[in-house]
């Protein structure tokens, strides 16, 4: 689908409000805000009104997924299918999912491979994509490699990174942005030996929340504007909109993953909480960062610790996007504490090393632009041609990739991804990268006229991969682009 050029110059003037917001926001700092408010009443929102009462419906926490499991394999089957489901109370909503389930969830482990059946029952091609995934190029879930409705196709990831939080979408070539939007999203947990030996909060205590934005209609169905990211004001966890978690007074740890299309999350506790951010994209940090506020633009994930041993029982704790757009309701979900439990986790002082990449054998240039004249966002002057070859990195060779955003006139952020390595982040404007950006990540947000570097090692694999802008719409005007790494 193809947007008019008014719509996309009204898109990059809102996004002049999240291009505005310091990247130290998402790193560091003291969240500040209201006492906490009393519970709303009890009276379910009505579909018409999105936003205006929440903390309605309770969290829907997923179990995950069972495989099948032989010869050292885990074996799923994952149906892409239209469904009906209720997000909002009293609603039906027409979604877009993996095996009929709003948010599902894969915990796989390193060192054991996972080989997923892909069957696609939708009315639109799909291509599934392993947000974060080091695989092969034929289960990346390139555009090239879309499922037709009808067809399936074998995908295996080999799952040998070290832990982190992933997870599975849509990468068809003109398809994703809605077919994301509409709920096509899984989590996709890898664990590891290294992490289990640390002392972190564990099962039960252990939560994936997928964040999301979404608009609706008086009936209750999704309404999906390619140029709307500013209309839509209802934010969902898992589905449930602005739900609460009922939460034993301890440590949780919580995996946030940002699934929109375009929102951008600033996350804060109202009052005198703390958030201590203990992981980015590709796994652990080497510290933990406390007095955290973690900003996730699109795909991005964050791993957290909140201890609510520091409040009374019955206390109520309020979740806040601090960056939500002017109007907007900020409470993203609400924690009741409402128990006692036993603790014996705690946060270590050093948790995984990162480690360097080597000297850089090469530096790429990536500039990122919008072009008012045709309506299009470019990588280096070209927007994405699927019979082109971009870059050639070599495997086991270092680059630094100098990422530019250049759209100072009309103030449009973007997010970079890469397909197949994790990256560091070398310098931000010039200045060492903040705490929390000290990991590995797969995902950077550039804000207009900022210029990024990153270090990254391809290996492994050869074959072809993706890079691209992860504000979906910016992608699917043509900031992607392709790259053939050879051996």
Partial sequence: MLHSRRGLLATAGASVTLASLPMGWAMSRPATAAASSPAPASAPAPAAEPGSAPFQVPLLVQSPLRPRRRAGVDHYELTTAETDATLLPGATTRIRSFNGTIAPLIVARRGRPVVIEQVNRLPVPFAMHLHGGHVPADSDGHPRDQLEPGRSRIFRYPNTQQASTMWLHDHSHHDHAENVYRGLAASYVLTDEFEDGLPLPKGRYDVTLQLRDAAFAADGSLVYDPDGFRRRPEYLVNGRPRPYFEVAARKYRLRLLNTSNERFFLLGLRGEGEIVQISSDGGLLPSPVPAATPGLWPAERSEVVVDFSRYPIGSQVVLENLAALPGEAPEVMRFDVVREA???????????????????????????????????????????????????PRLGQTEIWKITNADTAFGIPHSLHIHLNHFTVVDRGGRPPAPAEAGLKDTVAVLAGETVRIK????????????????????????????????
């Fill in 342 to 392: 036993d603790d014996p986790s705690r946060i270590p002082d050093r948790l995984r090393p990162v480690h360097d990449q080597g000297e850089a054998a090469l530096e790429r240039e990536v500039v990122l632009r919008f072009d008012p004249a045709t309506g299009r966002h470019l990588i280096n002057g070209q927007a994405f041609d699927m019979d082109r070859t971009d870059f050639r």
């Fill in 456 to 487: 990254i090692k391809f290996t492994d694999y050869s074959g072809q991969f993706m890079y691209h802008c992860h504000l979906l719409q910016h992608q699917m005007m043509g900031m992607m682009g392709q790259m053939e790494i050879t051996g």
